[in-house]
Nanobody, 117 residues
Framework: QVQLVESGGGLVQPGGSLRLSCAAS????????MAWYRQAPGKQRELVAT????????NYANSVKGRFTISRDNAKSTVYLQMNSLKPEDTAVYYC??????????WGQGTQVTVSS
């Protein structure tokens, strides 16, 4: 099992920036990829960004391309989501996800991001 702890959420004005962090512990060796999802009130959870551990390839939802960047610090077993040019529609609870061998998934507890003036 992998334990995930997110941090970095908060309230920011439109056009501002935030950086989310997701610290992983436990069976880190079993992780194939990590991702950030988000869920706004009344909406389904959606995939925001993914980073593949082998090779470092990244993928983004169209709605965040060019504004968000997912990255990884191997030494700290931490994945980041740098969010720039934030919009009110980015407001959501952001969840960290670890995709492990055998198709298993682990989730963090979520961190609230609110974009409002």
């Amino acid at each position: 099992q992998v334990q995930l702890v997110e941090s970095g959420g908060g309230l920011v004005q439109p056009g501002g920036s935030l950086r989310l962090s997701c610290a992983a512990s436990g069976s880190i060796f079993s992780i194939n990829a990590m991702a950030w999802y988000r869920q706004a009130p009344g909406k389904q959870r959606e995939l925001v960004a993914t980073i593949i551990f082998s090779g470092g390839r990244t993928n983004y939802a169209n709605s965040v391309k060019g504004r968000f960047t997912i990255s990884r610090d191997n030494a700290k077993s931490t994945v980041y989501l740098q969010m720039n040019s934030l919009k009110p529609e980015d407001t959501a609870v952001y969840y960290c996800n670890a995709q492990r061998v055998g198709g298993r998934n682990d989730w963090g507890q979520g961190t609230q991001v609110t974009v409002s003036s």
